[in-house]
């Protein structure tokens, strides 16, 4: 536990340039609600999460953190690079998955799911397999080049996940008390910022086998739109949103999109060769 009063601006830090972080109380202002944690318009964000802290992001530049009393100083960081952090990406304007990314042949390949669908894990085999991770997670893409921008983040992975890859020794600290799940300190990642050159929608269901499908029209749209990390926050952003349908239908328009559907109980190792076939198959 930390008290508030012992923690300072240089305690916290984000993988953005020219943001500012304080960490201080703040009035809140008031801003149309998305739900009982969140209230936010096109230039500020709040984000008020019991026993941790309450944030203030302003106009994609500054970050404000109000900590409670008591809280655990690692899941201060934690809300303050996801959540807080997808906020200040799309302040400015910047476009971004829920997805991990890797290079493949000079180029990035993003795989996009859900929570615990299990992309950092496939992503990170990938990479154990000579195509280096580039992020984890959150995955940012310039415009107009559709670049994606590494994040220097450390991965999270569930501890079976490590086990499965035979990875344990890349166990990190906890990402918070209690929690099964790791850090994960990755060596030789890829820092250039590399074009996209597919996209993965990765899916878990009740199969036999797997199921690629290429997607078309719509359907590639809708699948991108689903899978914006945040994108719930656009709800409350309708010139963002507008700015940002008119980027995801040119990405669209630009890039393949798959959707991968695995069975529940596929591994990772059959996962990543089946990967790498489609890989093979569509993009050489």
């Known amino acids: 536990m930390n008290d508030p009063r012992h923690l300072s601006d240089n305690d916290f830090s984000i993988p953005i340039q020219d943001v500012k972080i304080s960490v201080k109380s703040f009035e809140s202002p008031v801003l149309p609600p998305l739900d009982e944690e969140t209230s936010l318009n096109e230039t500020h964000f709040l984000l008020r999460v019991p026993q941790v802290a309450n944030y203030l992001v302003k106009e994609g530049r500054e970050i404000f953190i109000e ?8 899941l201060i960081r934690l809300y303050l690079n996801g959540s807080v952090l997808g906020a200040l990406l799309i302040q400015r304007n910047i476009l971004c998955f ?3 990314a890797f290079e493949y042949h000079q ?3 993003l795989i996009c799911g859900e929570s615990e669908s299990g992309k950092s894990s496939l992503a990170l085999a990938m990479h154990l397999n000579g195509m280096k991770l580039i ?9 107009p080049d559709f670049n994606v921008l590494p994040l220097e983040t450390p991965s999270k992975l569930w501890a079976d996940s490590l086990q499965e890859l035979q990875q344990e020794k890349l166990k990190g600290p906890a990402i918070h008390s209690g929690e099964n799940k790791f850090f994960v300190d990755i060596k030789h990642k890829q820092h250039e910022n590399l ?3 597919g996209i993965i929608i990765l899916e878990n269901d009740a199969v036999n086998d797997f199921e690629i499908e290429a997607l078309q029209g719509m359907e590639k749209f809708t699948a991108l739109r689903s899978h914006l990390y945040r994108g719930n926050y ?3 952003m309708p010139k963002t949103e507008s700015l940002f349908h008119q980027r995801l239908s040119l990405l669209a328009s630009r890039i393949p999109v798959f959707r991968f559907n695995r069975p529940y109980s ?3 190792e059959t996962s990543q060769a089946r990967l790498l076939s489609v890989l093979e198959k569509y993009y050489l």
């Not at 984890?136 to 893409?141: A, F, G, R």
């Open 234 to 236: 656009l709800a409350q």
């Open 98 to 100: 829920h997805a991990s």
């Open 107 to 109: 180029q990035a390949v």
């Open 266 to 268: 596929a591994n990772i």
């Open 195 to 197: 074009p996209v050159r």
């Open 67 to 74: 900590p409670a009393e008591g809280a655990e100083q690692d």
């Open 135 to 143: 992020n984890d997670d959150i995955c940012p893409i310039n415009h």
